[in-house]
């Protein structure tokens, strides 16, 4: 993936973590990427194996030990509304209503209210939800409520979307719904997105390229652009083709299973 027209770059990230005995567990080993303007890229690993710990450390959650995140060329530390982050979980607000809950961040930033009306309306409406405005999230589906939870970020009108398995708690059913209608809402907001999920599948599905982590140290093992065209629907899912894409990448993943576990530590001078 070129650096030209980057929407997110990450150089040599680190994260080491304390132990005993003076010495510190190597958790994600200096991974570099590139996350184009206007592409998804998803990330699949080994269960454990960092993706989560690796997209909180780009969201400014949790501290690297060394390394650069820059979003459009500024390098990042803390999080900030150049990045959106979303959960698996909605976290709404159970207070507050839908037109609400997406306005919040809107207020706390001073939005003047006519404004802040306009971008929330556009968002519900995005997301399909304008009609469901005055419901509580308990009146909700769970799809729904990640919904609302995408309009919520998409108000801030971040660079770059940095999605954590956010559709795990769902259904079967509801998720391939749910992968249709992000793919819709994306391909209009023409965000750039960094997505981990466990699922094969729905990396497949989704993304634009799927990067493979290795296990513990976290490193990358392979970088597979996926070239179907979009747009994409569920009939995808029935051809050769993406059975192709999802064998090659659970090889991968079978393969690093395999593996012996590594526990990299690095003695503490002094």
């Known amino acids: 993936m070129t650096k030209k027209h980057a929407a997110m770059e990450i150089e040599n990230l680190r994260k080491v973590y304390s132990s005993t005995k003076k010495e510190e567990v190597v958790a994600i080993k200096d991974v570099s990427l590139t996350i184009p303007e206007g592409k998804f890229v998803s990330i699949v690993?080994?269960?454990?194996?960092?993706?989560?710990?690796?997209?909180?450390?780009?969201?400014?959650?949790?501290?690297?030990?060394?390394?650069?995140v820059k979003v459009r060329g500024k390098e990042v530390e803390k999080p900030g509304p150049d990045r959106g982050m979303m959960f698996q979980e909605s976290a709404l607000f159970p207070?507050?209503?839908?037109?609400?809950?997406?306005?919040?961040?809107?207020?706390?930033?001073?939005?003047?209210?006519?404004?802040?009306?306009?971008?929330?309306?556009?968002?519900?409406?995005?997301?399909?939800?304008?009609?469901?405005?005055?419901?509580?999230?308990?009146?909700?589906?769970?799809?729904?409520?990640?919904?609302?939870?995408?309009?919520?970020?998409?108000?801030?009108?971040?660079e770059v979307l940095?999605?954590?398995?956010?559709?795990?708690?769902?259904?079967?059913?509801?998720?391939?719904?749910?992968?249709?209608?992000?793919?819709?809402?994306?391909?209009?907001?023409?965000?750039?997105?960094?997505?981990?999920?466990?699922?094969?599948?729905?990396?497949v599905f989704l993304s634009?390229?799927?990067?493979?982590?290795?296990?513990?140290?976290?490193?990358?093992?392979?970088v597979i652009d996926i070239k179907f065209p979009r747009p994409r629907d569920l009939n995808l899912y029935k051809t050769a083709e993406f059975r192709d894409y999802r064998n090659q990448i659970w090889d991968l993943l079978h393969q690093e299973h395999h593996k012996p576990v590594q526990i990299i530590s690095e003695v503490v001078n002094g």
């Open 162 to 203: 940095l999605m954590d398995e956010p559709f795990g708690a769902l259904d079967a059913q509801t998720r391939e719904e749910m992968q249709v209608e992000l793919l819709r809402i994306w391909s209009e907001s023409k965000k750039s997105v960094l997505f981990v999920t466990h699922d094969i599948e729905e990396a």
């Open 45 to 68: 690993g080994p269960s454990g194996c960092g993706k989560s710990t690796f997209l909180h450390i780009v969201g400014g959650f949790i501290e690297k030990t060394t390394g650069k």
């Open 95 to 158: 207070w507050l209503n839908v037109f609400e809950n997406v306005a919040w961040g809107l207020d706390i930033q001073g939005v003047a209210k006519k404004e802040r009306n306009e971008i929330v309306e556009k968002y519900l409406k995005l997301v399909r939800l304008w009609d469901f405005r005055n419901q509580l999230p308990s009146q909700l589906s769970g799809g729904m409520r990640q919904r609302v939870s995408l309009a919520r970020i998409l108000a801030f009108d971040p």
């Open 208 to 222: 634009d390229t799927v990067v493979v982590f290795s296990g513990r140290p976290a490193v990358i093992s392979e």
